[in-house]
């Protein structure tokens, strides 16, 4: 924890490739100073205290379908983490992967409309704090899966489009992770330089904002 007075609070609210994991179907995930919110946090040094909070399989405003992983829906808990969290000078957001699931069979457009509740949430309960929306990284396809396959790709690809018009509606600041960042052998989690270069982009992104 930083706790530098002064500090400006930045949120980084996120799925599996906030938390960190390892894209080769362990489930584990990469040490704190690897995960990009970690690599976010030295290059910012102590006059940013960045908030991870990333959570595997979270989805923008869906219920997961298996019971025993709940509290998968993003939007239930975003509210109370804004709350908890406050002051914070902004809020990385990035979510959108999950919704592309083939239980789910999400359009990107309808991945950005849920999106856009977010950006409402922040107006309404944090309207000081500046909200970066980053459109995740396409998948890629590795063969048929319980979760993925190749119209999830294609959804997935629609994402960053519909997400950038999403921000200029919502005047909103937009970052598109696909272009810096890789999935790795599994087709969905970053490889370790990916997140290297991810929070090197979203430092430089937080420092033109002049928070």
């Known amino acids: 924890m930083n706790v530098n007075p002064a500090a400006k609070t930045v949120l980084c609210f996120g799925d599996s490739n906030t938390y960190g994991t390892f894209p080769d179907g362990s489930g584990n995930r990469y040490p ?11 290059e910012l040094s102590d006059a940013y ?11 923008t405003n869906l219920d997961h379908p298996r019971p025993e992983k709940p509290g998968r829906n993003g939007i239930m808990y975003f509210t109370p983490c804004l709350l908890s969290n406050r002051p914070m000078s ?39 704090t500046k909200v970066v ?4 990284t396409p998948l ?18 629609d994402i960053s489009s519909e997400v950038k018009k999403l921000a200029q ?6 970052y ?5 960042a890789t999935v790795g052998p599994d087709g969905t989690h970053w490889d370790e330089a990916s997140h290297t270069v991810f929070a090197h982009e979203i430092a430089k992104t937080l420092k033109d904002l002049q928070i």
């Open 176 to 180: 598109d992770a696909g272009l810096v």
């Open 133 to 136: 929306l980053v459109a995740p």
């Open 49 to 59: 205290y960045v908030i991870e909070e990333g959570l595997g399989g979270r989805t």
């Open 32 to 42: 704190a100073d690897v995960r990009w919110t970690g690599r976010l946090q030295q």
């Open 140 to 157: 890629r396809f590795v063969g048929q899966s319980d979760f993925y396959d190749e119209g999830s790709v294609r959804r997935s690809e």
């Open 169 to 174: 509606e919502k005047e909103v600041v937009f």
């Open 90 to 128: 902004a809020v990385v957001i990035m979510l959108g992967t999950n919704d592309c699931k083939n239980v789910y069979n999400r359009s990107a457009k309808e991945i950005a409309a849920a999106l856009g509740e977010y950006c409402d949430i922040v107006k309404l309960t944090s309207p000081e």
